[in-house]
């Protein structure tokens, strides 16, 4: 008998084969998606100058959702009750004067136009949920990143209720808070990429620190995944407890990030108590290592991150240089706050910062 002596498959080449008809199926779910949500932009509008013919009939507005919906469900089966039929008029009353720019879009110029000069670039599910935001800018805003960064809904309604839009207002300078509802998150300079407070809820801790900082360290490890999506856009896992000598000491540094839209590392160092100058003194030293023997002459200066349970604004003004541009202090929540209490965390920390510079 003959010997079979085909050369085996390269696997490789198997899971190259498998990755595009994956991609493929992905973009055709995506196109079925996209044409839904433009199909039901196109009924909210017929509906909205149905109803204005009508106007003057009482109860016309309610005879037409009802009969229009029998129709529907009839021709089309499921998904069209006179709730959804409302949800979409409301969605083309909201999206019919919301116009958002094309330019912050690679994509945009695939995808058809409605009459009003709008393009959509979700599924219906997360339009559902940016219709309920009633601040327009902040709308926009994470419309931008549900598409720069391929949000899920899940996704979506986690960073607003982690406040994302407020908490990048607050580390952005104020003549530049506007771009966060024309480009979403820019990030140019260090300060773009740091947050304050960082919400780490899915690590699962408790809200009091009765866990140790290795014990931190290993949930950020768990949920790596979880965690890039909170620190935001460019960001890369370098590795933890890096380790260096220095004079014939060992130390360590917690988490190594690199950020590719900063070309720079970034540091972390984690406590779970309050901040002190020490901690600030530690990651000066971290950084200084990092630039002087770590990083490459075309990349740019390393950022240090010290995060931490609590702080004291007033202990980090009088530690760091007031041209300081490579060390923050940021902290973190374990538990995701109602959007409410959210807002007065964040109030909060303005009238600490406001009374640490009045002071």
Known sequence: M?????????????????EVLTQARKNAKTAVNLSMVYAYFEIGRMIVEEEQHGAKRAAYGTQLLNELSV???????????????????????????????????????????????????????????????????ERHFYEIESAKNDWSLTELKRQYNSSLYERLSLSTDKDK??????????????????????????????ELPCY?????????IDHLQQFLLELGTGFAFVGRQERFTF??????????????????????????????????????????????????????????IVLCRDKNNAVVEMTLPEDNSQIFASKYETVLPSKEDFQK???????DENGGENG
């Open 247 to 304: 004079n014939e000491e060992h130390f360590m540094v917690d988490l190594v990030f690199y950020n590719r839209l900063l070309r720079c590392f970034v540091l972390f160092d984690l406590k779970i108590g309050e901040l002190k100058h020490q901690d600030i003194g530690q990651m000066q030293m971290y950084v200084h290592y990092y630039d002087r023997q770590v990083k490459l002459p075309d990349e740019n200066p390393t950022i240090g």
């Open 71 to 137: 129709y529907l469900t009839k021709n089309f089966g499921k998904g069209y009750s006179v709730d959804n039929l409302k949800l979409m008029r409301r969605f083309y009353v909201v999206y019919s004067v919301d116009q958002i720019g094309e330019t912050v879009f690679p994509q945009s110029k695939n995808l058809p136009v409605t009459n009003t000069g709008r393009k959509f670039y979700l599924s219906w599910s997360h339009y559902l949920k940016l219709m309920r935001i009633s601040n327009v800018d």
């Open 345 to 351: 965390l964040l109030q909060e920390q303005i009238d």
């Open 2 to 18: 003959e010997k079979n002596n085909l050369t085996p498959i390269d696997h490789c080449f198997l899971e190259s084969i498998a």
């Open 177 to 206: 808070v506007y771009r966060l509802a024309m480009e979403g998150q820019t990030v140019e300079h260090p300060k773009d990429v740091v947050k304050d407070p960082y919400v780490l809820e899915f690590l699962g801790l408790p």
């Open 212 to 220: 140790s900082e290795t014990e931190l360290e290993s949930r950020i």
